[in-house]
Nanobody, 123 residues
Framework: VQLQASGGGLVQAGGSLRISCAAS????????MGWFRQTPGKEREFVAT????????YYADSVKGRFTISRANAKNTVYLQMANLEPEDTAVYYC?????????????????WGQGTQVTVSS
């Protein structure tokens, strides 16, 4: 599966932004999906994951209550709705796909990655 993230941009602190990840192929619903983020000099960190059917989601503590992951299998797309953004959320956001049905929190669990989209939150 090939992944293409989009929707990043510049937003003020306290604002909202939705980023998307479009997948190619007809087997999108076979994959659980995840969002990770990375800033220069730091490890790529887990943000959120969603199961293949959307029934199960899990979030990093740092974004819980502010971010929402969702998916539309008919559109081969996964979303990350981000609200109440903070400057600390500034990063390149990557979507990823895994064959682990419930998703995962570790980079090594994902075999497919998108190219990333930059999110910048100004204070």
């Amino acid at each position: 599966v090939q992944l293409q993230a989009s929707g990043g941009g510049l937003v003020q602190a306290g604002g909202s932004l939705r980023i998307s990840c479009a997948a190619s192929g007809r087997t999108f619903s076979s994959y659980a999906m995840g969002w990770f983020r990375q800033t220069p000099g730091k490890e790529r960190e887990f943000v959120a994951t969603i199961s293949w059917n959307g029934a199960y989601t899990y979030y990093a503590d740092s974004v819980k209550g502010r971010f929402t992951i969702s998916r539309a299998n008919a559109k081969n797309t996964v979303y990350l709705q981000m609200a109440n953004l903070e400057p600390e959320d500034t990063a390149v956001y990557y979507c990823a796909a895994t064959t682990i049905s419930g998703g995962g929190v570790y980079k090594g669990q994902y075999g497919y990655w998108g190219q990333g989209t930059q999110v910048t939150v100004s204070s």
